[in-house]
T-cell receptor, first 113, second 110 residues
Framework: EAGVAQSPRYKIIEKRQSVAFWCNPISGHATLYWYQQILGQGPKLLIQFQNNGVVDDSQLPKDRFSAERLKGVDSTLKIQPAKLEDSAVYLC???????????FGPGTRLTVT | GENVEQHPSTLSVQEGDSAVIKCTYS??????FPWYKQELGKRPQLIIDIRSNVGEKKDQRIAVTLNKTAKHFSLHITETQPEDSAVYFCAANRIDKLIFGTGTRLQVFP
C-alpha cells in the first residue's frame, strides 16, 4: 500500500513570509497528525484530526499556525508569518483510527532565514 | 501531562554486540508504547510496539520489554549490524496521542 505522502520536501523562506505544507494520508486512515521535529529532538504533536474534525490542537501556536483537513482526507498546515524558530521538519502521520499505530510521511524540511 | 525520558542519548556498540535503550513514562494510564527508527534525513519508521497487556514482545533481533509497575520500557537489539545505526525514539500514549522521547543515536561500528 502507498505510504503517507507530503510535499514539498524542502522549503526555504524568509522570516515573516508564509508557507503551506500538504499531506495525503494512507488510504482509509481516519486519524491524521502533524508533528514538528526540531533537529536533535523527538517529534512534537501540533494537531490531530479525526476524519475532518480537530481532536487536539493544544500545542499548535494558533497565532501563526493553522491546519485543515477538508473532506477528511488530505490536510494542509500553514504558517503565517514564519519565525526563525519555526525551522524544523514538519512530519505528517496517519493511523487507521485513534490509538492505532502511526505511520509517518517523509516530512518537509523548513528553513526560515 | 505525560513525560517520556529516554536514555542514553548516544550509544556506540561493536557489530554483533547487543544494544539496550531505556525509557520511562509518567502517566500510569499509558497503555501503548511504540519504538521508531529514524535514519538520517528519513521518516521515523515503526519497528516494534507493545501494549500494556503484555510484558515482552519480540521480532527477530529486536525485542521490547515493559514494566508497568516501574513505568519503564526498553528496546533490545541483539547481534547489531551497521545498518542498525540510526536514531531511535520511544513513545508513550496519552489518551490517543503519542509523546516521544528525546531519541538515542545508535552507532554500530564494523
Amino acid at each position: 500500500e502507498a505510504g503517507v505522502a507530503q510535499s514539498p520536501r524542502y522549503k526555504i523562506i524568509e522570516k515573516r513570509q508564509s508557507v503551506a505544507f500538504w499531506c495525503n494520508p494512507i488510504s482509509g486512515h481516519a486519524t491524521l497528525y502533524w508533528y514538528q521535529q526540531i533537529l536533535g529532538q523527538g517529534p512534537k504533536l501540533l494537531i490531530q484530526f479525526q476524519n475532518n474534525g480537530v481532536v487536539d490542537d493544544s500545542q499548535l501556536p494558533k497565532d501563526r499556525f493553522s491546519a485543515e483537513r477538508l473532506k477528511g482526507v488530505d490536510s494542509t498546515l500553514k504558517i503565517q508569518p514564519a519565525k526563525l524558530e519555526d525551522s524544523a521538519v514538519y512530519l505528517c502521520a496517519s493511523s487507521p483510527d485513534r490509538g492505532d499505530e502511526q505511520y509517518f510521511g517523509p516530512g518537509t524540511r523548513l528553513t526560515v532565514t | 501531562g505525560e513525560n517520556v525520558e529516554q536514555h542514553p542519548s548516544t550509544l556506540s556498540v561493536q557489530e554483533g554486540d547487543s544494544a539496550v535503550i531505556k525509557c520511562t513514562y509518567s502517566d500510569s494510564a499509558s497503555n501503548y508504547f511504540p519504538w521508531y527508527k529514524q535514519e538520517l534525513g528519513k521518516r521515523p519508521q515503526l519497528i516494534i510496539d507493545i501494549r500494556s497487556n503484555v510484558g515482552e514482545k519480540k521480532d527477530q533481533r529486536i525485542a521490547v520489554t515493559l514494566n508497568k509497575t516501574a513505568k519503564h520500557f526498553s528496546l533490545h537489539i541483539t547481534e547489531t549490524q551497521p545498518e542498525d545505526s540510526a536514531v531511535y525514539f520511544c513513545a508513550a500514549n496519552r489518551i490517543d496521542k503519542l509523546i516521544f522521547g528525546t531519541g538515542t543515536r545508535l552507532q554500530v561500528f564494523p
